[in-house]
């Protein structure tokens, strides 16, 4: 309806004005209104110009019709090109290549934190070839597989999602397998007092951490940046119960 009163007004106004004015208008179309440059064109056309004039106006509309379509064209494929270029954006904090960094970044820190605290017992043993027994493969493999797998899976490594996920997955089991043994121990009121409540809460946490890196390094997105399959995913799985039962069973 405001467009159907704008035009009207400008048919109206635009009767009364010179050819020239119009003329006019047409040249610097750029600076009004399309309502008005196309009035003025229409009006132009009921009215008897010389040929010259006549094919000047119409070069001019062209020109001014050719920017139009232009514009329009543009307008309708940049809300697609601003959607390409944000998707990325939105995406970027969640992409697989930031995970595995944060991942790895996580995992490494998790470990010497712990070092700094004082749990350097497995390093002390390393260096003492007295601790070098067939047993030992049990304490000494998973303290050197998480910060190795860590670095190579930073690096974006096969072999270092391999060892960083059978090493995550071991200690989510391991963990898991004694604290349900020290869970029935606090829930015997015999030895209850042997664990305090806050060992199993730090329990809790660090089986947690375990199973949230395992979640996270398995999703497609993930072994899909580290060319690993699901048979690679499930083998790595079998590894790591096959090791925690080894363990279990005392076999070595």
């Known amino acids: 309806m405001n467009q159907l009163i704008d035009a009207n007004s400008f048919e109206y106004k635009y009767e009364r004005l010179e050819s020239s ?3 006019a208008i047409i040249r610097n179309s750029r600076n009004f209104q399309p309502l008005a440059v196309e009035t003025a064109y229409i009006e132009l056309q009921r009215r008897d110009l010389p040929p010259e004039q006549f094919k000047e106006v119409n070069d001019e509309f062209n020109l001014y019709l050719k920017r139009k379509v232009t514009k329009q064209t543009q307008e309708l494929n940049s809300p697609k090109a601003e959607q390409a270029k944000k998707a990325p954006v939105n995406q970027q904090f969640f992409s697989a290549k930031r995970v595995i960094g944060i991942v790895s970044l996580t995992v490494l820190a998790v470990y010497f934190i712990t070092l700094a605290q004082g749990d350097t017992a497995v390093l ?22 998480l910060p190795l797998g860590a670095i190579g899976f930073g690096l974006r490594k096969k072999l270092g999602w391999i060892m960083l996920s059978w090493a995550v997955m071991y200690n989510a089991l391991k963990q898991a397998y004694f604290f349900k043994k020290d869970l029935d ?3 015997n009121d015999r030895y209850a007092d042997i664990i305090s409540t806050d060992e199993v809460i730090r329990n809790i946490i660090v089986i947690s951490f375990f199973v949230l890196i395992s979640v996270i390094v398995c999703l497609p997105g993930i072994r899909a940046k580290m060319k690993t399959g699901i048979l690679t995913m499930v083998l790595t799985m079998v590894a790591a119960v096959g090791f925690l039962a080894l363990q279990v069973m005392k076999v070595i």
């Open 21 to 23: 004015e119009l003329i």
């Open 124 to 145: 002390r043993m390393i260096t003492e070839s007295s601790s070098y027994r067939p047993s030992f493969l049990f304490i000494v493999v998973p303290y050197l597989m």
């Open 185 to 187: 121990i606090k829930l």
